[in-house]
C-alpha cells in the first residue's frame, strides 16, 4: 500500500515559484515512476513532468521544459517540483502519482499563478 501526500501550493504572481513536495509512504519499486500531473478547470488531466524509481530519469512536459524541474529525495522519500518563471496557465490542482500497479493518486494541491 502506498500513500501520497501532496503539500506547497498556494497562490503566486506570474514569474514567481513555488516547490511542491510529495511525501510518499510504502514502497516504490525501481522501474517505476513517480510523476506530477495537473488539472485546470475544464481541462483533461496531464503529466507534468515524472522521474523512475532507481535510475533518476526525467521526463517532461514540452509545457515546463526549462521552468520545471522533479528531484527526489530518497532519504525522505519525498519528490518535489521546482516551478520557476510560473505563469497563468500553470494555474491547476497538481497530483502526485505512482504508476506502480495498481497506481496510487495524492488528494492534490492547488496552484494559481495571478496578479
Known amino acids: 500500500q502506498v500513500r501520497l501526500v501532496e503539500s506547497g501550493g498556494g497562490l503566486v504572481r506570474p514569474g514567481g515559484s513555488l516547490r511542491l513536495s510529495c511525501a510518499h509512504s510504502g514502497s516504490i519499486f525501481a522501474g517505476f515512476y513517480l510523476g506530477w500531473y495537473r488539472q485546470a478547470p475544464g481541462k483533461e488531466r496531464e503529466l507534468v513532468a515524472s522521474?523512475?524509481?532507481?535510475?533518476?530519469?526525467?521526463n517532461y512536459a514540452d509545457s515546463v521544459k526549462g521552468r520545471f524541474t522533479i528531484s527526489r529525495d530518497s532519504a525522505k522519500n519525498t519528490v518535489y517540483l521546482q516551478m520557476n518563471s510560473l505563469q497563468p496557465e500553470d494555474t491547476a490542482a497538481y497530483y502526485c502519482?505512482?504508476?506502480?500497479?495498481?497506481?496510487?493518486w495524492g488528494q492534490g494541491t492547488q496552484v494559481t499563478v495571478s496578479s
Open positions: 522521474i523512475r524509481i532507481g535510475d533518476g530519469r526525467t
Open positions: 502519482n505512482t504508476n506502480q500497479p495498481p497506481g496510487y
